[in-house]
Nanobody, 115 residues
Framework: QVQLVGSGGGLVQPGGSLRLSCVVSGSIFSIYAMGWYRQAPGKQRELVASVTSRGDTYYTDSAKGRFTISRDNAKNTVYLQMNNLKPEDTAVYYC?????????WGQGTQVTVSS
């Protein structure tokens, strides 16, 4: 069974930065595209960034220019560097496949942007 363990969230002031990590175990990580999702209170979970197995990246408009997704296949880990954070980025962040049959969701990591 695939396990997704996210970390790196926290409380940060507007304009600050955070780096999220998600370790994937129980699967051949390197062959899959990976994505970062977020779910704000009262809203649906949304994909904000993804990276293919080759390293090609995709970002939603809200993430473009501020977030950077990357992966380290040797560590079975996908990262999300978030800069210039805004209050509207407050959400629980999760990693998973960006399409196809998703794995069971992990617990996510809370990001709170507030002064």
């Amino acid at each position: 069974q695939v396990q997704l363990v996210g970390s790196g969230g926290g409380l940060v002031q507007p304009g600050g930065s955070l780096r999220l990590s998600c370790v994937v175990s129980g699967s051949i990580f390197s062959i899959y595209a990976m994505g970062w999702y977020r779910q704000a209170p009262g809203k649906q979970r949304e994909l904000v960034a993804s990276v293919t197995s080759r390293g090609d990246t995709y970002y939603t408009d809200s993430a473009k220019g501020r977030f950077t997704i990357s992966r380290d296949n040797a560590k079975n880990t996908v990262y999300l560097q978030m800069n210039n954070l805004k209050p509207e980025d407050t959400a629980v962040y999760y990693c998973n496949r960006p399409s196809g049959l998703l794995w069971v969701w992990g617990q996510g990591t809370q990001v709170t942007v507030s002064s």
